[in-house]
């Protein structure tokens, strides 16, 4: 009997869901990949949806690692270029988006959300705003590539009369409408009442 670790499972796991997708991936199939029987992957994970949950966490973790923004950088280039470096890494792995959606940030996420949070106020965002950025940020991203991914999906044929879609523009696109309300939002709050 093969003896694996947590994780190859999850490389596996990341591999075989780039091979047939998000809807296909089974534990049977990851099993019979790893040479081993299924229960085996119980002894890792209690059950598909925490080995999901495993998977999300590892593919994130280009993003994850990405530099923190520092003091004095520039508030606006940094929310782009980590709302860039989040969608890169989403299409890293097919159905990425799929897999991300509904994941929970673990305490190590949670704590780098908080830095960025803290950036962006210290840059003289009001902290709501700050979050609800982030937030909005984060749902938008996931959203475009949802639909860039499905577009690309081999098993979806796009009708004749349907034009094609420049995903990288129009996720350009909307995220500077994104950076432009919010920098709208922080120099009305930075003036002076009166």
Known sequence: MVKVNRETV???????????G????????????????QPSLYWHFRNKKELLGAMAEAAMTPHATAPLPAPGQDWREWFLDNTRSFRRTLLMR?????????????????DRI?????????????????????????????????E??????????????????????????????????LAHRAEHAQRPAG
Do not use: W
């Open 10 to 20: 999850i490389a596996q796991a990341l591999d075989l869901l780039d091979e047939v």
């Open 22 to 37: 998000l809807d296909a991936i089974s534990t049977r199939q990851l099993a019979r990949r790893l040479g081993v029987e």
């Open 94 to 110: 097919r159905d990425g988006a799929r897999l991300h959606s509904g994941s929970s940030p673990g305490p190590a996420d949670l």
């Open 114 to 146: 908080a830095h960025k949070m803290a950036f962006l106020a210290a840059s003289g965002l009001p902290e709501k705003d700050a979050q609800m950025a982030m937030l909005a940020a984060s749902r938008f991203t996931v959203g475009s590539v949802l």
């Open 148 to 181: 860039e991914q499905a577009d690309a999906d081999p098993g979806t044929a796009r009708p004749a009369d349907v034009p094609t879609i420049d995903h990288q523009a129009a996720f350009e696109d909307g995220l500077a409408l994104i950076l432009d309300g």
